[in-house]
């Protein structure tokens, strides 16, 4: 991988891609689909940023909420979580690229 391709904005972004997938399929209230996304999400993270990183302390516990809304069919709460999710994920690329 390029440097570019390993920066933090990149893996953030990536993220930014998977969210917008899953938002995509709660939208359409497809739960398995919901749920196979959600999963890659929260297994992307671990991969990008490593299962004791900072970062995953703080995604886990939103990645956790959203799987377990799909789990019990709640998937209005589920697709509040998510786009707050993206909010928050947008919020820190700018952030990350101020401080580039």
């Known amino acids: 991988m390029s440097s570019e391709e390993q920066s933090p904005v990149h893996c953030l972004e990536l993220l930014v891609e998977t969210t917008e997938v899953l938002i995509s399929f709660l939208t359409d209230q497809?739960?398995?689909?919901?749920y196979e996304a959600a999963t890659i999400l929260l297994t992307q993270t671990?991969?990008?940023f490593g299962p004791t990183s900072i970062t995953m302390e703080q995604f886990f516990p939103v990645?956790?909420?959203?799987?377990k809304r799909i789990s019990a069919?709640?998937?209005a709460g589920a697709l509040g979580q998510a786009k707050l999710f993206r909010k928050q994920?947008?919020?820190?690329?700018?952030l990350v690229r101020q401080g580039s």
């Open 30 to 34: 497809d739960d398995d689909k919901s």
């Open 46 to 48: 671990f991969d990008l």
């Open 63 to 67: 990645l956790d909420v959203i799987e």
């Open 73 to 75: 069919s709640d998937l």
């Open 89 to 94: 994920l947008h919020e820190i690329i700018d």
